[in-house]
């Protein structure tokens, strides 16, 4: 049974900060690249931020970079991303997404919400 459990998401103001949580469990995590994608209201998904395999490089859209920081822990099986500085468009459900170029997997999501 494979699952990405997503968490931290919440209703920040702006200006506030967040940290989202990942946890992965039934597949080989270290093989897998780890990225965040997330869904504003009405609109399509947008990827987020990418970490490698092995967390030597990770990458960011632009509207982002500065702002959010991701991490990722082989042993807990578990990706991060802390995000500063939010923003009303920042407001959407945040997907956790495993691909190891062969094979990929999705998870629920968790809400991210910035008041204005």
């Known amino acids: ?6 968490s931290g998401g919440g209703l920040v103001q702006s200006g506030g900060s967040l940290r989202l949580s990942c ?7 270290s093989s ?12 399509g998904l947008e990827w987020v931020s ?3 395999s092995d967390g030597d490089s990770a ?5 982002v970079k500065g702002r959010f920081t ?14 500063h500085s939010l923003t009303s468009d920042d407001t959407a459900v945040y997907y956790c997404n495993a691909d ?3 094979t990929d997997y999705w998870g629920q999501g968790t809400q991210v919400t910035v008041s204005s």
């Open 32 to 43: 897998y690249d780890m990225s965040w994608v997330r869904q504003a209201p009405g609109k």
């Open 70 to 83: 991701g991490s990722r822990d082989n042993l807990e099986h578990e990706v991060k991303l802390q995000i």
């Open 59 to 63: 990458t960011y859209v632009d509207s």
């Open 100 to 102: 190891s170029g062969y």
């Open 1 to 6: 049974e494979v699952q990405l459990v997503a």
């Open 50 to 52: 990418t970490i490698d």
């Open 23 to 29: 946890v992965a469990s039934g597949f080989t995590f």
